[in-house]
């Protein structure tokens, strides 16, 4: 059974700093991390691909966060600093192709994802 296990969420102040992991059991071309808030639709944040390790992100996390891995472990991380209220919300890391990062039916495997709060 594939598993994909986040952790690292929290409470945290404006400006504040997490960072969240996921550990896959299984290896995939790509792995993404998105979020969604209450009462909005899920959307990506940042991917990484495995081999070469390009990485995408969202206009609104640019300079703000990190997505990064360690291929060793099967683990990507997402760095998140200057965090803002709007940050706020169920983080999910993802894997599947990503040939299209951003989309979400790239992605075949989910996690149950993590909580951030960001409290002004």
């Known amino acids: 059974q594939v598993q994909l296990v986040e952790s690292g969420g929290g409470l945290v102040q404006d400006g504040g700093s997490l960072r969240l992991s996921c550990r896959a059991s299984?290896?995939?071309?790509?792995m993404a991390w998105f979020r969604q808030a209450p009462g909005k639709e899920r959307e990506f944040v940042a991917a990484?691909?495995?081999?070469?390790?390009?990485?995408t992100y969202v206009n609104s996390v640019k300079g703000r966060f990190t997505i990064s891995k360690d291929n060793a472990q099967n683990t990507v991380y997402l760095q998140m600093n200057s965090l803002k209220p709007e940050d706020t919300a169920d983080y999910y890391c993802?894997?599947?192709?990503?040939?299209?990062?951003?989309?979400?039916?790239?992605?075949?495997?989910w996690g149950q994802g993590t909580q951030v709060t960001v409290s002004s």
């Open positions: 993802a894997a599947g192709r990503g040939t299209i990062p951003y989309r979400r039916t790239e992605y075949s495997y």
């Open positions: 299984v290896t995939a071309r790509t």
């Open positions: 990484i691909t495995l081999s070469g390790g390009t990485t």
